[in-house]
């Protein structure tokens, strides 16, 4: 019987012990491809918002120089026909080191009570989900001053390049908002902001 212990007692060890050390010297080689870009060089949206949230978080870093490395999306747009009266004004910003934006941000209002916020000699740094934002918070130079401080999203950023126009709801009190946001939806990250001022 105790024979029968030291046997069974010497497996476990030799399995744990291999369970162990294996790792030491088993390569476990991975060739992953950048299955989020697309022929055209675009990144696949639909494929990085099927991807678990833990391995989206992970693979960040190349989602984000994917994105800075695609092709511009220019957009050129007209002012709308019924005369524009700009109300606020403002300049596009660097965020940081990496997101980059420049040109002007401007919120109109229109001769039927509308309001509509464009952007002319616009430039961003290209990023995966991008949207336009107007924040509550004066000037915007961190994630938690649009997150913590209210913003209204005007929709997807439409091109990377160009002028361009943004329509603010009806009935929302422009006189809270005080900057216009370039936002990454899909992680959190402020791409360029614009203080506006009033005058």
């Known amino acids: 019987m105790n024979r029968n212990i030291v046997i069974i007692l010497g497996v476990i060890v030799l399995v744990a012990g291999w369970f162990f050390v294996s790792p ?3 390569d476990r080689h991975v060739d992953e491809s950048f299955d989020f870009v697309s022929a055209n060089g675009q990144l696949d949206m639909q494929a990085i918002a099927a991807m678990p949230p833990e391995k989206r978080q992970a693979m960040r870093p190349d989602i984000m120089a994917a994105a800075a490395e695609a092709p511009d999306q220019a ?4 002012m709308p026909a019924s005369a524009p009266r700009a109300i606020a004004t403002g300049a596009f910003v660097d965020a940081d080191v990496v997101h980059k934006g420049s040109g002007d941000a401007a919120l109109y209002a229109l001769d ?3 309001h509509v916020v ?4 616009f430039r961003v ?3 995966p989900a991008l949207v336009v934002y107007l924040a509550k918070h004066p000037s ?3 994630a938690s001053h649009v997150a913590d401080g209210g913003f209204l999203s005007l929709g997807k950023l439409k091109g990377n390049v160009g002028n361009q126009n943004y329509a603010v709801p009806a009935g929302t009190d422009i006189s809270e908002y005080n900057s216009v946001v370039i936002w ?3 992680f959190g990250v402020l791409f360029s902001p614009a203080a ?3 005058g």
């Open 196 to 198: 506006l001022t009033r």
């Open 24 to 26: 030491l010297f088993i």
């Open 184 to 186: 990454c939806e899909l």
């Open 118 to 121: 464009r952007f002319e000699n």
């Open 75 to 78: 957009a050129v747009e007209e």
């Open 125 to 127: 740094t290209n990023g």
């Open 112 to 114: 039927n009570g509308e």
């Open 140 to 142: 915007p130079s961190e």
